[in-house]
């Protein structure tokens, strides 16, 4: 079978959500509705190539860049004020494109999540003022350019490529999109121009047949094991025939595995180096105050903003059996447009998050580093320490041969040593039984010691290596009998869309979720100017009743007004005990004395 | 007979049932009441007008005289009051709203402490006695016996 059959063989079906305007599509077409820009590391922009000049040819030309120089092509030319002003016109509000095409917002994302996740929330908002972005009208020009381009009959293409690593066989689909228009369309994180998005399938032979193992859909920034499906685990992974079925996040384009909508909680780099702390924290909280122990949930994700990824299918599809059909194209042998340009397929807009620059091609990362999922693709997948299920076999068994060899040297060992042991002891008798022979004996038994050092880890060895064998003879004779594991065994966090039930919250707390943060800071903004003298307190005060409404729209008003209660007494306890420190200290060291008195002296009198 | 039998058994069982710890908290909620209730005797001497006249009086101090304080605090102590009564009905008849109005009022009345404290007026007696009943309060026995009532009701 050729590269390009095995492709289509197990060419992905996309499922789309109603609403979503971009899809996969070949380069050629958007090059040539992009001009060449740079920008420079003084943080000038100079024009190289205009609309219609850049081919795949003229992308590829030598130029003189400095360091710290970026390369980026630009799908919309940044619109002008008044252009914009026209748009607004014409078609009222530039966001909330998804819903104007048919798309239906979920449930608030915001009611979804607590105080701290939408203060972060808040705080990324504010920030899209200060940091790079792509502004709002671009979204609707970059539609408008997108849908001309595909007025002749929209070309439905992924670009395949297929390699052969330490016994696997990897199929890597990747899909261009012309736009993500995840924040301007669908309330996501980010936009950005041009998408890059890859599925891979990791297949092995057996026996002169291909037999497929693993699914991967890259999904945001997520590397390693949970990212993989096994072929075989049905609850998970939904086929047509030979082809793993993902589900497509409206706007950001990740793939999923079962259609829904996926809370997703996006990590700012800047607030990680306080995770540490902040787990400590709600550790000493749960386990000592709260006595919560069999409980205790520490994240690795505290400080996070909140997103939901529509990943529906209730839109097109594309693949095999379905509305539209895939154009294949192969990466191999690797053309120059792939291996030779590394710089952005989009607008750079030098956020410093990074999150609304477009991304570079599938070889390389946005600052020109070879992409991880390129390099080393069984690395991103966590497949690096996974050996197909042929090479499995092969490697227990020489690994049981290897533990059988070293079972008998070791139990010859021991029995000599064993053996040696017992001989000591037999001396040892007749030395024990004479009271003038002491020093022999201390010498004779000093011996055994050291013989008796050496034995007991040998012992312990065998002893080990021995489960150890027992262990991997049972794998090998279940390997060979096709017995599997369970398919999800490798996975630490399953990602699952959210359950309905979890979404059922009325209009009211949907509106105080979305309004709670700003009056918040409107409330702050009152207390400064009229209650200067009490600032402090009327902060916490404003804080509490905050933190009150919000329990009892979510009905945990119980559990928050424990949680506060307990919180002051901690506060109260503190005080007293700063206020009568040394009271106390004599307190406690009277009440001591006495104690051990009174403990000693009937102890002595019974 | 049988009935009125039935409901004074049920009655004596569930004195029986109420943890010492409700027993109490509900003792500090007294004696805290007992001084609300002095507090408020206070505030009415002070403003010497007849309980019908004052909300008209209220009105007519609006801002302009500084007995209108005097009336903010009467209306916040009579409310502490009342809930502190609805509050202690609660824990002694084991409802969980009692639970939770109680640890209310003790969170309000902590916060005022820790602000007093906060404004040079220390009032220590008060704190530990509050600080008492929101660690009693907090007991799984306590929160249970609660929580047991309100499943079964």
Known sequence: MTDLELLKKYEPVLRFTKGEVYFPTDIEGYIAKCSLWVSHSDKSE?????????????????????????LYLRFVDLPSIENITQRILKEGRLDMRGKKRGWKPGRSRLARVGYVSRIIDALFSLTLLARGKVPGAVAAIAEEKSRKINKKGQNYSYYGRVFRDSGWIGLQYWFFYHYDDWRTSFEGVNDHEADWEMISIYLYEEKKKIIPKWVVFACHDFIGDDLRRRWDDTEQLEKVGTHPVAYIGAGSHAAYYQPGEYLIESELPYLTRALPILNKIKYFWQTSVRRNLGNVQISDKNLTIPFVEYARGNGISIGANQEKKWNPVLLS???????????????????????????AGPMYNRDGTPRFSWYDPLGFSGLDKVPTPPLEIKYLEDEIKKLKKKQAFLSKKVKAKTIQLQKLGASRKPLASSPILTKELRKLDLEIKILLAEIN????????????????????KK??????????LHINTLQKPTASSQMRFDRLTEIWSAVSIGLLLVGFMLILIFLPAYTISAVVILIIAFLLTESVFRGKFSESVRTIAIFLALVSIAIIIYSFFWSIVIGLLLIGGVYLIYNNVREALA | MKKKT????????LVKKLPLAILIVVLISTLSLVLIAIDLLELFRHLDVPISQIPSSFLSTYKSDEKFIYYIQLFLTSGLLVAGVAATIGLLSLKKWGWTLTMFLVGIGLAINILSF????????????????????????????????????
Do not use: C
């Not at chain 1, 065998?462 to 150890?468: A, E, F, H, K, R």
């Not at chain 2, 039935?6 to 069982?13: D, G, H, I, L, S």
């Not at chain 2, 704190?127 to 309100?150: C, W």
């Open chain 2, 118 to 153: 906060s404004a040079g007026q220390p009032t220590f007696i008060l704190m530990l006695a509050r600080i008492v009943q929101a660690i009693l309060l907090d007991q799984e026995p306590v929160r249970s016996a609660f929580e047991e009532n309100h499943d079964r009701s």
């Open chain 1, 46 to 70: 100079e024009k190289i190539l205009s609309e219609g000049k850049v081919t795949l040819k003229t992308l590829l030309a030598k130029r003189n860049l400095k360091q710290g120089d970026v």
């Open chain 1, 479 to 488: 390997l060979k009998k096709g017995i599997e594991d369970d398919p999800r």
């Open chain 1, 333 to 359: 042998p690797a053309p120059d447009w792939l291996t030779k340009y590394r710089g952005l397929w989009g607008l750079f807009t030098k956020d410093p998050i990074g999150g609304e620059d477009a991304p």
């Open chain 2, 6 to 13: 039935k409901v004074a058994v049920e009655n004596t069982t």
């Open chain 1, 457 to 476: 880890p040998l012992r312990r060895e065998l002893s080990q290596d021995q489960i150890v064998l027992e262990e991997a003879t049972l794998r090998l």
